[in-house]
């Protein structure tokens, strides 16, 4: 069955510092790659996603992602966090055209 | 132009009733899909619903069924609730005939369903 696993439930970071949240995939077929994020008391709002082409997208706010096929992974990276990026990060996989299987989320802190 | 939208915000209801949640998508968008997200959970899919059909499904019970409109908008049913279907459910839609890409998917507000 297809899953999508996030590394960290928390990471508490810093304003201006770097972040990178880890999410792996497993499935072996052609797969369309999202990140989404869920500000405090908002609904989800799509990140960036990854189709086709470069492996590296870019997305709104500063964010990008990196598809590596080879590791099955989609790492959301920014390399200067601020306190608005304060949010619930969720890495999602369709694989089946229809449904999303989604991580179980990073709830990201940023102290100012 | 009107996102996803969601009724009720917040419902309450006992042990053994039934609920009918409701979604209207974003303009344009012909499909819909129905998501549960638990307390620190991802959400998880629930089905699916295109040209009136229940396209694809989750693994949930046949408690939770669903229905799509001639105007694409959607509803969810739960019968016999369980006190483990307190969650947020959530509504995506999609523009599949419009795109070809029924993946990108817009979220709704969600509409938080506590059972006692």
């Known amino acids: 069955a297809q899953s999508v696993s996030q590394h960290n439930h928390h990471v508490i970071l810093s304003e201006a510092a770097s972040l990178e949240l880890g999410c792996n995939y497993s499935y072996g077929g052609t797969v369309n790659l999202f990140w989404y994020v869920q500000y405090p008391g908002q609904h989800l709002q799509l990140l960036l996603k990854?189709?086709?082409?470069?492996?590296l997208v870019k997305g709104i706010k500063g964010f990008e992602a990196e598809f590596i096929k080879s590791k099955f992974s989609f790492n959301l990276r920014k390399p200067s966090v601020q306190w608005s990026d304060t949010a619930e990060y969720f890495c999602?996989?369709?694989?089946?055209?229809?449904?999303?299987?989604f991580g179980q989320g990073t709830e990201l802190s940023v102290k100012p | 132009d009107a996102g996803v939208t969601q009724s009720p915000t917040h419902l309450i209801k006992t042990r053994g009733q039934q609920v009918t949640l409701r979604c209207s998508p974003k303009?344009?968008?012909?499909?819909v899909s129905w998501y549960q997200q638990a307390l620190g959970q991802g959400p998880q899919f629930i089905f699916q619903?295109?040209?009136?059909?229940?396209?694809q499904r989750g693994n949930f019970p046949d408690r939770f069924s669903g229905h799509q409109f001639p105007n694409y908008s959607s509803e969810l049913n739960v019968n016999a609730l369980l006190l483990g279907d307190s969650a947020l459910y959530l509504c995506?839609?999609?523009?599949?005939?419009?795109?070809?890409?029924?993946?990108?998917?817009?979220f709704g507000p969600g509409t938080r369903l506590t059972v006692l």
């Open positions: 619903y295109y040209e009136e059909e229940e396209r």
């Open positions: 990854y189709f086709s082409g470069d492996p």
């Open positions: 999602a996989v369709n694989a089946q055209g229809g449904k999303l299987i």
């Open positions: 303009s344009g968008h012909d499909t």
């Open positions: 995506a839609s999609s523009g599949l005939r419009t795109s070809g890409r029924g993946d990108e998917q817009f």
